[in-house]
């Protein structure tokens, strides 16, 4: 009975998720969907991404939370200033933690 404004950072989140997928997308593009959320909405976010996925929907991260990202991704991709330095498996990034200081920060 709330109105979109008077929703949680969280909640809102999910409402903004929730109304792409109404129009069935052929791809559900994120943009950093769980930044500055609560741990619990962030997991339950990431938890709802892995259900999409095992449902056959295909979907565009964009997000910095690499252990999240490998538990549900098959290719990564980083890119720098609008150039892909990087591409491969999550397997293949897990084992680069040099990579992921160098430009995720970790």
Do not use: F
Request: glycine share 8%; proline share 3%; charged share 25%.
């Amino acid at each position: 009975s709330n109105m979109g404004n008077q929703l949680s950072g969280g909640e809102q989140q999910m409402l903004a998720i929730g109304r792409a997928l109404m129009t069935n997308p052929k791809l559900l593009i994120l943009d950093e969907a769980t930044e500055g959320l609560a741990p619990l909405i962030r997991e339950e976010i990431w938890s709802c991404l892995s259900l999409l996925k095992s449902r056959g929907q295909s979907i565009l991260v964009v997000d910095k939370n690499v252990d999240h990202l490998a538990r549900i991704c098959d290719r990564h991709y980083i890119i720098e200033r609008g150039k892909t330095v990087w591409s491969g498996t999550s397997d293949e990034l897990m084992a680069e933690p040099d990579l992921q200081h160098k430009y995720l920060g970790i």
